[in-house]
């Protein structure tokens, strides 16, 4: 007996989780092309402003709300790469996003820490940012270091840099960094060229990324925007990572939330490819639900799961490298 070709089949393996339909998927792009095209997002940077006015959005001058037609966002879909190389000091650890694949990292930044020699429970120090990072750097589970805690025993302003010195110094696999602006990004940059040799050895082997977060609901503050600026230009990878929660910065239901996060990573990711088309951006995401008794956001909750798996799903529609937080 013969049996006809199957066609059209998608096969699954093993345990997983299938979030959404293509349809579903098609109907979140849709509802998220109407959010950036008539409700628009606000830019503070003026830089930002100027690049999405050069590049054809409806830029309104006098309240930084930026509208985004439809074949911006698609050709920027397009345009940003579906495989981003994560270099490392040593080779050995260089990673690459794209497709399926999944890699672990670990979280960050942490303010506070029970001290492990007198359990007392303190702020976090620029020796603990050091130490913290040498256990990350040993753990063969964890694929890339994320900075995990604040230095509060530096001046504030330049919490980053110090940051930056002890990380590189501390650990041979690729750097996740949030620089808090395009200042301090051109700072961690140079740093991070002395280390590879140059900058041009720097475009060749990136060590480090950025993470920026847009502020919900639908803002790209001055710090946002210029991180994502310069990094498009210096060839560094920029994890748009919104931090929207559900029934306090985002709509209360989970699909609302999910449709506003959408809106604000995609809005970076044009911003990203109108500077440069073709720079490296990651689809991210630490969005969760608002505890309404205590004002808190609930990282461990089941629905930052099922936000981030959703987000998962978003990503691999596009065709873009992702990061979520786990639950």
């Known amino acids: 007996m013969r ?3 199957q066609a059209g089949v998608s096969k699954v393996e093993g345990f997983g989780l299938n979030m959404f339909s293509e349809d ?10 109407e959010v950036l095209e008539h409700t628009g997002v606000k830019v503070q940077c003026q830089e930002a402003l100027e690049i999405f006015a050069q590049g054809g959005a409806r830029v309104d001058v006098n309240t930084g709300v930026v509208k985004i037609p439809q074949y911006l966002v698609e ?10 190389y994560l270099a490392a000091r040593n080779t050995k650890k260089d990673i690459v996003l794209d497709g399926k694949r999944v890699g672990f990292i670990n979280f960050g930044e942490g303010v506070a820490i029970i001290d ?3 359990k007392e429970y303190r702020s976090t120090t620029k020796k603990d940012v ?3 990072t040498r256990f990350c750097d040993a753990m063969e589970e964890m694929d890339a270091v994320l900075r995990p805690v604040a230095p509060h025993d530096v001046p504030s302003k330049a919490a980053v840099v110090h940051n930056a010195e002890v990380i590189f110094a501390n650990t041979s696999k690729h750097v996740f960094i949030g620089v808090e602006g395009g200042r301090n990004f051109k700072k961690v940059l140079k740093m991070a060229a002395a280390v590879v040799g140059g900058e041009d050895k720097l475009r060749e082997r990136p060590i480090f990324s950025c993470n920026v977060c847009p502020t919900s609901p639908l803002q790209l503050v001055d710090h946002c925007a210029e991180v994502i600026i310069e990094g498009a230009r210096a060839g560094i990878a920029v994890n748009i990572l ?7 910065t985002s709509p209360i239901t989970l699909a609302g939330t999910l449709v506003t996060h959408n809106a604000e990573v995609l809005a970076g990711v044009v911003l990203s490819q109108l500077t440069c088309k073709g720079a490296p951006v990651l689809y991210g995401s630490s969005t ?5 008794r205590f004002a808190t956001a609930p990282v461990g909750s089941p629905e930052l799961a099922m936000i981030n798996s959703a987000v998962a799903k978003l990503a691999q529609y596009y065709l873009l490298p992702s990061w979520v937080a786990g639950g």
């Open 3 to 5: 049996s006809g070709i």
């Open 24 to 33: 579903e998927l098609y109907a979140i792009h849709c509802a998220t092309i």
């Open 75 to 84: 050709d920027a879909i397009r345009s940003a790469p579906s495989t981003v």
């Open 116 to 118: 492990p020699y007198t």
């Open 130 to 132: 050091a130490n913290i």
């Open 242 to 248: 919104s931090m929207a929660m559900a029934g306090a």
């Open 288 to 292: 969760t639900i608002m505890d309404l």
